[in-house]
């Protein structure tokens, strides 16, 4: 275990990519001290573990690569045992499940398959990195939920048409934490989730979205095999 006073360095990415991407997609990515003065005016939601984020033009990941690495920060500070500053110690076990729940509350749709492998793997990279930097033996299952969660939340899709890229409705998945390993998943069509069409289940409870399908509990190591 051991302490890294100094923050993690973030991947940075240039802000255009061609000409004819900025014209056909409107490909400009935001800076990172634009970043962090958006997410300064929801600095507390930013840093919160459990906060719900979703992207709907996610590029490669700018944005939601800064929230993570809050989110991390947090995971962290919540998984310490010790009250020493100095030498801080953290409980893997709380860590590890800190930080995919974490990991598992960060959303995007990108059109551009390119950029949507890229901040996959920008995320994955952050998750790794900074899981890596604090404990010496990393469990690759650990490694293999968040890969799985990113497959599933960063969706290559079109966030005006609703569909993905095979014209099929974008689904996205709520993983929910029932117990410290026991996680529950249950899918939503996006659509339901944005668009008031007959998804309100009653005029005074407000506007609560139809899931399609729920999963049984499983322990979250294991979300891959569900
Ligand atoms: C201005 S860039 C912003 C990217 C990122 N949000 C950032 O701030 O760095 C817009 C992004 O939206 C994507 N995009 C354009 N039309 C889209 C659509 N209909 N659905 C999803 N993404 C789209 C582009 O490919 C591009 O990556």
Redesign the pocket.
């Known amino acids: 275990m051991t302490d890294t006073t100094q923050p993690l360095q973030k991947t940075t990415t240039k ?1 255009t990519k061609s000409k004819k ?1 900025i014209a056909e ?6 800076a990172e001290r ?2 962090n003065a958006m997410l300064d005016l929801v600095k507390f939601q930013s840093e919160q573990i459990a906060s719900t984020f979703l ?9 939601l690569v800064e929230i993570l690495s809050r989110k991390l920060t947090t995971a962290l500070a919540k998984s310490q045992i010790n009250k020493s500053q100095k030498s801080p110690k953290y409980a893997q076990f709380y860590y590890e499940k800190n930080a995919i729940h974490a990991i598992s509350s960060i959303y995007g ?4 398959a390119d ?1 949507c492998a890229e901040c996959r793997s920008r995320l994955l990279d952050l998750f790794q990195a900074h899981y890596q930097s604090y404990f010496k033996q990393i469990n690759p299952l650990v490694i293999k939920t968040a890969q799985f969660l990113l497959s599933k939340n960063i969706v290559n ?5 609703l569909k993905d890229l095979n014209d099929k409705p974008i689904l996205f998945s709520e993983w929910k934490f029932i117990s410290d390993t026991l996680i529950q998943r249950r899918d939503y069509i996006y659509e339901n989730l944005v668009e008031k069409t007959d998804n309100q289940l009653s005029d005074n409870q407000g506007f609560i979205p139809k899931n399609i399908q729920d999963y049984p509990p499983i322990h979250y190591l294991k979300l891959s095999e569900q």
């Open positions: 802000q991407r997609h409107g490909e400009v990515f935001t634009e970043v992207e709907p033009a996610c590029g490669n990941g700018n944005f749709i990108e059109l551009l950029n899709g079109n966030a005006l048409t």
